[in-house]
């Protein structure tokens, strides 16, 4: 079946870094891409950005493109989130999601289809704390 | 970057009810990729609408979304106890994607 299974909860201290993992299975990896949610404690659902496996381009959200990096190894399935200069702030739960569709249209490729984020994974508890 | 405002913040409804939950665009989202997900308390979101106004698969057909533009809906026609979560909007445009602050559907 369609999964992604994420790594383990973490806990960093302040201006440390954190590497999340997310394992894809049942599915043609680079057919999709890989975007990355988070939710803090108390708080809404934030979207962080997202890659695309088949040619490694990323997209993030503009308040932390600065300290992330998105990342995909093919010949394992797996997509990585890795932020640094950590905060307090980046307590979360983190997710990712399969989304969106990397197809073609009209002969461009790759063309992108947003049919929303469908399959997720169980979420990586990231403790940040002194 | 676009804001979605969701409204109202929470509801208080008796099972049986029928309930609309709004999500207003700072501005147009192209294709109507606007997506609403329910989320509860120790699990992954989940999706329900995808391009304002399809089910997702598996999705009951008391859910169903609305809207183009800048302005949507999510209607659930009838509540039952495992509709009572949190509710998220969630636009897709300009390489950049960002969701509302949610609504609470909470048990009067």
């Known amino acids: 079946q369609i999964q992604l299974v994420q790594s383990g909860p973490d806990v960093k201290k302040p201006w440390g870094s954190v590497k999340v993992s997310c394992k894809a299975s049942?599915?043609?990896?680079?057919?999709?891409?890989i975007t990355w949610v988070r939710q803090a404690p108390g708080q809404g659902l934030e979207w962080m950005g997202w890659?695309?496996?088949?040619?490694?381009?990323?997209f993030y959200a503009q308040q932390i493109q600065d300290r992330v990096a998105m990342t995909t190894d093919t010949s394992t399935n797996t997509a990585y989130m890795e932020l640094w200069r950590l905060t307090p702030n980046d307590t979360a739960v983190y997710y990712c999601?399969?989304?969106?569709?990397?197809?073609?249209?009209?002969?461009?490729?790759?063309?992108?289809?947003?049919?929303?984020?469908?399959?997720w994974g169980q979420g990586t508890t990231v403790t940040v704390s002194s | 970057e676009i804001v979605l405002t969701q409204s109202p913040g929470t509801l208080s409804l008796f099972p049986g009810e029928r309930v609309t939950l709004s999500c207003r665009a700072s501005?147009?989202?192209?294709?109507?990729?606007v997506a609403w997900y329910q989320h509860k308390p120790g699990q992954a979101p989940r999706l329900l609408i995808f391009?304002?106004?399809n089910r997702a698969s598996g999705i009951p057909d008391k859910f169903s979304g609305g809207g183009s533009g800048t302005d949507f809906t999510l209607t659930i026609s009838r509540l039952e106890p495992e509709d009572f979560a949190v509710y998220y909007c969630?636009?897709?445009?300009?390489?950049?994607?960002?969701f509302g602050q949610g609504t609470k559907v909470e048990i009067k």
């Open positions: 890659i695309s496996p088949d040619n490694g381009n990323t």
């Open positions: 501005q147009t989202v192209r294709s109507n990729y």
């Open positions: 969630q636009q897709y445009g300009s390489s950049s994607g960002t």
């Open positions: 391009g304002a106004s």
């Open positions: 999601a399969r989304e969106p569709y990397i197809g073609c249209s009209g002969g461009s490729c790759p063309y992108y289809y947003y049919y929303g984020m469908g399959v």
């Open positions: 049942g599915y043609t990896f680079t057919n999709y891409g």
